[in-house]
């Protein structure tokens, strides 16, 4: 697609829940990433993926927060047992890879998908 | 943790007028970025300047950098209703790709 896509936008769930978040990125970008931004924040790190696999997970803040991207294009970010200080928008980036011809570092931002816990 | 910090936290300012944002990081870079974002929006990135330049210019933006302050500066010059958003500073978050975003100035342009 022409951007990065995110689904769904805005999702309400209750305590102990569990989420999947959906991240489409531009085509042809081997470089993703997951933030999380709560109000009045700046987003914060939470995974970044080269290809398929992992290559930093250092930003998940617990064993409730997984990602996958199994074959390196679509990535979705799991939350299980959710809290309500899980609460925050949920943003998703691609980029180029590093090394690449036209690697330039800059991230493109999806919308974000919300998240409420109840 | 957020390498990046931004001042003033928000600024409120005329239509016309000039707007100065600075923003203030730890560790040695390979270069900072600027990104805006719209209430409810995704970020945009607006320039990268790299940590050999000074000074780089993009329409109506201009950017400075002094690595021996370890800072950033954003100006928007003739600012119009439309600037009204929130602008983060972004650096590489070390050795990993990806960055580190500071907490944002909040930018009103009354009109």
């Known amino acids: 697609g022409a951007g990065v896509s995110q689904t769904p936008s805005n999702k309400v769930t209750e305590k102990g829940k569990y989420v999947e978040l959906r991240c489409d990125p531009i085509?042809?970008?081997?470089?993703l990433y997951w933030y999380r931004q709560s109000l009045g924040q700046g987003p914060e790190f939470l995974i970044y993926?080269?290809?398929?696999?992992?290559?930093?997970d250092s930003g998940l803040p617990n064993d409730r927060f997984f990602a996958v991207r199994p074959e390196g294009s679509v990535s979705t970010l799991k939350i299980q047992r959710t809290e309500r200080g899980d609460s925050a928008v949920y943003l998703c980036?691609?980029?180029?890879?590093?090394?690449?011809?036209?690697?330039?570092?800059?991230?493109?931002f999806g919308e974000g998908s919300r998240l409420t816990v109840l | 943790s957020q390498q990046g910090e931004e001042d003033p936290q928000a600024l409120s300012i005329q239509e016309g007028e000039n707007a100065t944002m600075n923003c203030s990081y730890k560790?040695?870079?390979?270069?900072l970025q600027w990104y805006r974002q719209n209430s409810g929006r995704g970020l945009v990135h607006l320039i990268l300047?790299?940590?050999?330049?000074r000074e780089k210019h993009s329409g109506r933006l201009r950017v400075t950098l002094d690595t021996s302050k370890k800072s950033s500066s954003l100006l928007i010059t003739a600012s119009r209703a439309a600037d009204t958003a929130s602008y983060f500073c972004?650096?590489?978050?070390?050795?990993?790709?990806?960055?580190?975003f500071g907490k944002g100035t909040h930018l009103i342009i009354q009109p």
């Open positions: 085509s042809g970008h081997t470089a």
């Open positions: 993926f080269q290809g398929t696999g992992a290559a930093d």
């Open positions: 300047i790299r940590s050999n330049e």
């Open positions: 972004a650096t590489a978050r070390g050795g990993a790709d990806g960055l580190t």
């Open positions: 560790t040695s870079i390979n270069n």
């Open positions: 980036a691609s980029s180029l890879g590093p090394g690449l011809a036209g690697y330039t570092g800059e991230l493109f």
